[in-house]
């Protein structure tokens, strides 16, 4: 899947409440154990860095990096765009 492709998939799940869009968690990164990224559903093989944001109200979330930098990104712009229009 291609960059542009994941920032739509991201910024619809995102907006149908699938992948959270306040800040309110903890990041680690670690190697893949073929888990299945929540942004993009493509496994992480264990020759990649996952990056879990765990919350206290879910089980947490599973990133690709880049897949993670690009929910980082869309989440951001939504929280700016959203508050600008408040």
């Known amino acids: 899947m291609n960059e542009a492709t994941v920032h739509r998939v991201v910024r619809a ?11 309110i968690g903890t990041v680690s ?3 893949g154990t073929n888990q299945f990224c929540d942004a993009c559903s493509v496994s992480i093989s264990a020759e990649e ?7 206290p109200d879910s089980a947490g979330f599973l990133f690709h990096a880049t897949c993670f930098a ?10 700016s765009v959203r508050a600008a229009l408040d």
């Open 49 to 55: 860095v996952v990056y879990k944001f765990a919350r």
């Open 13 to 23: 799940k995102i907006a149908a409440g699938r992948l959270p869009r306040d800040r």
């Open 29 to 31: 990164a670690t190697s």
């Open 70 to 79: 690009i929910w980082r990104d869309e989440r951001n712009h939504m929280t």
